[in-house]
């Protein structure tokens, strides 16, 4: 079996680990990745095969000037990574006898020659207005691609009363979709919150921007009252350092930053559908912001505003002095949605052994 996530981020890496867990119980598996998810990958699981692919690296455009202009490299550079994916997947599958394959979101890991499971919360993508021309046929054009495989999972409940992805995750005509449930590497965490930090910055995703928020929050933050710590999401490196008030560090593993979120008096994250996911796990609540220009977490940020489990603002509006305040004045409010809200994390395996997986 071989699972494989896409490199956009550390999301795709994080959320898979769960299945990863299921499934290497029942089944020879070994992993394909790129860039941060390679390195996340490798050090979490050194007793399995895991594997690099090469793949162009994607950035979003740091001004809004020549944002529709980096749409367009990035959208050139998925449709080579499409081709390079494909021709490296049909080399494995005859290399190593694969006949099982789950992807999660890399729509290039398909081979006719194996039963092909795509792990997604997207099915309805939203495009930016920058590409309303063509967002018509690229739809179409994803949900071709889908068909190529056997079953789509969905790592979201099947309701829409109790989404978490809300319209991004309903169900695609001609497409075969299973809901997991909400997957999270914190299945199950027992771990006891560590109040060292009063806030926790979680910071992932592609740059430019991951840097840039980082560089916001640092600019915000530093020499103030409150002890801040923050996760910049790069496994690829290794560093911990303090400056003043704010210690940065590269990555942390899954015990350690469980129980720095589940300590911190204040989370700040970025909208990513894999974060909030593991925020529900642990029952935490906290300040979202979306990557510019990523329509998919302007879209969540905002759908989990209105469901009143969260608090978000925009990147470009981030004033965290007001910002901490209004989370603060709502924050009892929040945290009993996200209790009230929260799911069994474990109902994915119940799905997964239905498909003989």
């Known amino acids: 079996m071989l699972l494989t996530p896409l490199d956009w981020g550390l999301g795709h890496a994080t959320r898979l680990c769960p299945v990863i867990d299921f499934v290497s119980s029942r089944h020879e598996v070994m992993i394909a990745a790129s860039g941060r998810g390679f390195y996340f990958l490798s050090e979490r699981y050194p007793h399995l095969k895991v594997m690099r692919v090469p793949a162009l690296e994607l950035r979003y455009a740091r001004s809004s000037k020549f944002f529709a202009v980096g749409l367009v490299v990035i959208g050139l550079k998925l449709m080579i990574n499409y081709v390079i994916d494909r021709v490296w997947v049909a080399r494995a599958v005859r290399r190593y006898g694969i006949d099982i394959i789950i992807s999660d979101s890399r729509l290039g890991m398909y081979e006719p020659k194996a039963k092909n499971y795509f792990i997604a919360h997207q099915l309805w993508p939203i495009f930016p207005r920058q590409l309303n021309r063509v967002s018509t046929t690229a739809e179409r054009i994803y949900h071709r691609i889908l068909q190529n495989f056997n079953t789509c999972l969905v790592p979201d409940n099947e309701t829409l009363e109790k989404s978490l992805a809300g319209i991004l995750s309903r169900p695609i005509k001609k497409v075969n979709v299973q809901y997991l449930g909400p997957l999270s590497r914190f299945l199950g965490a027992q771990c006891n919150g560590d109040n060292s930090y009063d806030i926790i910055a979680l910071i992932s995703g592609i740059e430019p921007h991951r840097q840039i928020l980082i560089d916001m929050i640092t600019k915000q933050l530093l020499n103030s009252e409150q002890k801040v710590m923050v996760v910049s999401g790069r496994p690829d490196r290794k560093f911990d350092y303090t400056k003043n008030n704010i210690r940065f560090v590269s990555h942390l593993e899954d015990s350690e930053l469980c129980k720095y979120i589940r300590g911190a008096k204040i989370v700040v994250a ?18 979202i912001i979306p990557t510019p220009g990523q329509t998919e977490q302007e879209y969540l940020t905002q759908w989990l505003t209105q469901q009143g489990m969260f608090y978000s603002v925009e990147q470009e509006k981030l004033k965290l002095s007001r910002d901490i305040d209004n989370f603060l004045f709502m924050k009892d409010k929040l945290q009993d949605n996200v209790h009230r809200l929260m799911q069994d994390f474990s109902n994915f395996i119940s799905t997964l052994e239905q498909l003989g997986l």
């Not at 559908?273 to 642990?282: K, P």
Request: proline share 0%; aromatic share 6%; glycine share 22%.
């Open 270 to 287: 970025r909208g990513g559908y894999s974060t909030i996911m593991d925020l529900m796990a642990l029952g935490k609540s906290g300040i």
